[in-house]
């Protein structure tokens, strides 16, 4: 079974500045790759899918990148609103394993 | 405006069964690849099974053989039914919707049910 990991599993930051999430898959998934955002005690909210598709009502501060076993994502400038857990997921055949989650909290 | 709504959550003993459902409106379960995903308390998510707009299932290895998906066309209804329930079974089960014409990108949520597996 492909394996999906992140990094960092934590990042402190501060409004506005920039963060950048990475995603890595044990095998080749193309551009099969979703990211989302879950405050606690919420359902996650899809952000990105395709790896770089912005989801509709998303913020253009979120962008996706990357193909194949390395995606990333990136916050351009964090707002209050964005100190979340973000998790990715593959999303080819039927088997949609997550990664652990990277938690984002205020600095 | 599209709704999912669980229900079904409860305590229940190892090895005791359950069967979850999930409400949908606003669009129709039967054209969308419909997913359970899961979340232990304070852990991440955890993708369970999908059901296939054709009716295919495909399930997690940890839940494989335990587990069914199956919809209620009529009902407009997504079920999870579980059987053989171990204390690892215990988290927040979420019904999600993929995105239309695409397998495992999900763009609508419920607000989940709880299942405690305890003795």
């Known amino acids: 079974d492909i394996q999906m990991t992140q990094s960092p599993s934590s990042v402190s930051a501060s409004v506005g500045d920039r963060v950048t999430i990475t995603c890595r898959a044990s095998?080749?998934?193309?551009?099969?790759l979703a990211w989302y955002q879950q405050k606690p005690g919420k359902a996650p909210q899809l952000l990105i899918y395709?790896?770089?598709n912005l989801q509709g009502g998303v913020p253009s501060r979120f962008s996706g990148s990357g193909s194949g076993t390395d995606f990333t994502l990136t916050i351009s400038s964090l707002q209050p609103e964005d100190f979340a857990t973000y998790y990715c997921?593959?999303?080819?055949?039927?088997?949609?394993?997550f990664g652990p989650g990277t938690k984002v909290e205020i600095k | 405006e599209v709704q999912l709504v669980e229900s079904g959550g409860a305590l229940v003993q190892p090895g005791g069964s359950l069967r979850l459902s999930c409400a949908a409106s606003?669009?129709?379960?039967?054209?969308?690849?419909m997913s359970w995903v899961r979340q232990a308390p304070g852990q991440g998510l955890e993708w369970v099974s999908v059901?296939?707009?054709?009716?295919?299932?495909y399930y997690a290895e940890s839940v494989k053989g335990r587990f069914t998906i199956s919809r209620d066309n009529s009902k407009n209804t997504l079920f999870l039914q579980m059987t053989n329930l171990r204390a690892d079974d215990t988290a927040v089960y979420f019904c999600?919707?993929?995105?239309?014409?695409?397998?495992?990108?999900?763009?609508?949520w419920g607000q989940g049910t709880l299942v405690s597996v305890s003795s």
């Open positions: 999600a919707r993929a995105l239309y014409l695409s397998v495992g990108y999900l763009d609508s």
């Open positions: 606003g669009f129709t379960v039967s054209s969308h690849y």
């Open positions: 059901i296939y707009t054709g009716g295919s299932a």
């Open positions: 095998q080749d998934i193309n551009k099969y």
């Open positions: 395709g790896a770089s």
């Open positions: 997921q593959k999303a080819n055949s039927f088997l949609f394993t």
